[in-house]
């Protein structure tokens, strides 16, 4: 089956600084990555996806790339704020999805 | 937020007995799931279905069973509760798009075995 590795687990910014996830998956199958944002006691939100015959997607400050000849994939976040506080997945498949263990990203004012 | 709604939003219960939890939607999406989430852990597949009736096994179907009789529901079932199964239970559905599922979760339960 699929195995998605993520990093960093835990990951502290200054506010409008760059933030960088990255994600390794295992199975050359997969054709969908998305990424989803979770706050404390709320529902895994998707925030940006990734579909195997695109390289990198813009969503005003997110951005995702994918290099399948690697098998990994990276979330940008540029001109952090705050709010952007919460811990991100990554996940890679296709009807059913595998997820990394997620990364704790925490932006001090 | 899509139609999904999970009951119930919290229970306690005790080892060994058994507990149902329903996934509901709205939005006639063929795929349900079912993850656990623990810290350290991530979300994990334990169960999902492709439709009334077709289900199939996730990374993590030991002690749990789902049954699906209708399209807009969805339920899990630990057959007899241990401590170990104390976690978040999150429901998703997507339906195909251009060959890409996009799953979107409901707001989950908090489920404690004492």
């Known amino acids: 089956g699929e195995n998605v590795e993520q990093h960093p687990s835990t990951l502290s910014v200054q506010e409008g600084d760059s933030a960088v996830i990255k994600c390794t998956y295992s199975?050359?199958?997969?054709?969908?990555f998305p990424w989803y944002k979770q706050e404390l006691g709320k529902r895994p939100q998707l925030i940006i996806d990734?579909?195997?015959?695109?390289g990198e997607k813009k969503d005003q400050r997110i951005a995702v790339t994918l290099n399948k000849t690697a098998k990994h994939f990276s979330l940008h976040i540029t001109e952090t704020q705050p709010e952007d506080s919460a811990v991100y997945f990554c996940?890679?498949?296709?009807?059913?999805?595998?997820f990394g263990k997620g990364t704790m990203l925490l932006v001090s004012p | 937020d899509a139609g999904i709604t999970q009951s119930p939003r919290h229970k306690v219960t005790e080892t060994g007995t058994p507990v149902t939890l329903r996934c509901h939607q709205t939005e006639n999406h063929r795929y349900m799931y079912w993850y656990r989430q623990d810290p350290g852990h991530g979300l994990r597949l334990i169960h999902y279905s492709y439709g009334v009736k077709d289900t199939d096994k996730g990374e993590v179907s030991d002690g749990y069973s789902v049954s699906r009789s209708k399209t807009e529901d969805f339920l899990l079932t630990l057959e007899s509760a241990t401590s170990s199964q104390t976690s978040v239970y999150f429901c998703?559905?997507?339906?195909?798009?251009?060959?890409?599922?996009?799953?979107?979760f409901g707001p989950g339960t908090r489920l404690t075995v004492t």
């Open positions: 996940a890679a498949g296709y009807s059913t999805l595998t």
């Open positions: 199975d050359s199958a997969s054709n969908y």
């Open positions: 990734i579909r195997s015959n695109v």
């Open positions: 998703a559905i997507s339906e195909s798009r251009d060959r890409v599922y996009e799953q979107y």
